[in-house]
């Protein structure tokens, strides 16, 4: 089954504010967790990831917090733009191989 | 450098016909994946290959067989088609030794009717 889901399919954001995608995981085996975004008719592609060990990393415009102590993880996705409108997955990775997804959020941003 | 490339983009079958998608990538990557994209839910694992002359099931196998020819190339077959096959197809490709970046083709929009 699924070892990595997301809590809200969909998320409607104001052009210019924070958003925040959250994701939920069950396998504390998992070696990361990564996010990818979709756009519409396109292949996921990779956004950044975070080392099961971490709490924190941040990349251009986005944050990843990692709670291990309850086995969530977010995206921070800072002023958000109308090219962020997309679906985003979070991933993750067991013994180097297996590459693993979420269900999705859909993310609008409101002009 | 093109990536990953998916073959065919667009694919009808009638039920019961047999098809192989294939997938060819040009980075060497050693890991290589396909899944399959249904609304609501997600990116779900059929198959991967952590190496050439490996494979390994996935979360969702069943009806589906994959062949890794070569290090570029992992082809997905369908024996016989269903209804309940009707989705998107990604083939991807990860380099491994730490890396996490996959990167994905195009996508093969197959429908069974």
């Known amino acids: 089954g699924e070892s990595v889901g997301l809590h809200l399919p969909t998320l409607s954001v104001q052009e210019g504010d924070n958003s925040i995608i959250n994701c939920a995981y069950s396998?504390?085996?998992?070696?990361?967790f990564i996010w990818y975004k979709q756009e519409s008719g396109k292949g996921p592609q990779f956004i950044i990831d975070i080392r099961s060990n971490m709490d924190k990393r941040q990349g251009q415009r986005v944050t990843v917090l990692l709670n291990k102590t309850v086995k969530h993880l977010s995206l921070q996705i800072a002023a958000t733009q109308p090219g962020d409108s997309a679906v985003y997955f979070c991933a993750e990775t067991r013994n180097d191989y297996k590459l693993s997804f979420g269900a999705g959020t859909t993310v609008t941003v409101r002009a | 450098n093109a990536g990953v490339t998916q073959t065919p983009k667009f694919q009808v079958l009638k039920t019961g016909q047999s098809m192989t998608l294939q997938c060819a990538q040009d980075m060497n990557h050693n890991s290589m994946y396909w899944y399959r994209q249904d609304p609501g839910m997600g990116l779900r694992l059929i198959y991967y290959?952590?190496?050439?002359?490996?494979?390994d099931k996935g979360e969702v196998p069943n009806g589906y067989n994959v062949s890794r020819l070569n290090k570029r190339e992992f082809s997905l077959r369908l024996e016989s088609a269903a209804p309940s096959q009707t989705s998107v197809y990604f083939c991807?490709?990860?380099?491994?030794?730490?890396?996490?970046?996959?990167?994905f083709g195009q996508g093969t929009r197959l429908t069974v009717v």
């Open positions: 991807a490709s990860k380099s491994t030794g730490g890396g996490t970046e996959a990167f």
């Open positions: 290959s952590a190496s050439e002359g490996t494979t």
């Open positions: 396998n504390s085996a998992s070696d990361y």
